[in-house]
């Protein structure tokens, strides 16, 4: 079975599909809030803007997790429900990741960028950890509703998430043999990878706030 998800209303049509596995995260927050899970993967107290032309994806899978840090200035403890989307192999096209950081001399940007020539940009074991994501996307051989634990398409459970108390292994997840993202808009808290090639990178600073997106 192929899913294919186009058009104008791009989050709309693309949320039939992912609302589940964000309904997922809110729950997982209520658990956290209750005390039945232990945020303790920590990240830095800040998102990150991510765009691409395109994200090619084989073995997807994806589950709700907690991502935990301190805020920028280290006073609070944060949490954050994501979406864990986890690819076996994935190419990206044409990559734009951007953060900005606050300073006493006003904001300063971080941009990166890679793979806009012809050869993109390349991943094994990847792990994105996603608060937003707007694009289309198409899915080949989905399964809606299987167990985090049991999903064999994707790479498996980031590890350590379960030890951690991160996510459960028994929570809601979907798999497809593979993932096509075009037009691909995200913000999101952390990126792995066991291997991430990135062809053609540039990297730069510049004050006031600059963003892909």
């Known amino acids: ?13 693309f949320a039939v599909v992912m609302v589940p596995s964000v309904a997922a995260t809110a729950a997982i927050g209520v658990a956290l809030g209750q005390g039945a899970l232990a945020a303790s993967f920590s990240v830095s107290g800040q998102s990150f803007k991510v765009t691409a032309d395109r994200l090619e994806g084989k073995g997807f899978s994806q589950y709700g997790a907690i991502d935990s840090g301190k805020s920028l200035d280290g006073s609070e403890d944060q949490h954050h429900p994501v979406a864990v989307s986890a690819f076996k192999t994935a190419t990206i096209n044409n990559l734009c990741q951007s953060v900005v950081t606050p300073t006493p001399f006003g904001p300063v940007s971080l941009l990166l960028k890679a793979g806009g020539g012809r050869t993109p940009v390349e991943a094994e074991n990847l792990y ?48 497809a043999d593979s993932a096509t993202l075009t037009g691909v808009k995200q913000t999101a808290w952390a990126t792995t990878a066991g291997t991430f090639k990135l062809s053609g990178l540039s990297m730069s600073l510049a004050t006031g706030t600059k963003e892909c997106y």
């Open 1 to 13: 079975m192929e899913s294919q998800l186009r058009g104008g209303t791009r989050w709309k049509r």
């Open 128 to 175: 994105i950890d996603v608060a937003d994501l707007k694009a289309d996307a198409t899915f080949k051989n989905i399964d809606i509703g299987v167990a985090a634990g049991a999903a064999s398409k994707g790479p498996g459970i980031k590890p350590g998430e379960v030890a951690n108390k991160q996510t459960s292994p028994f929570g809601f997840a979907q798999q």
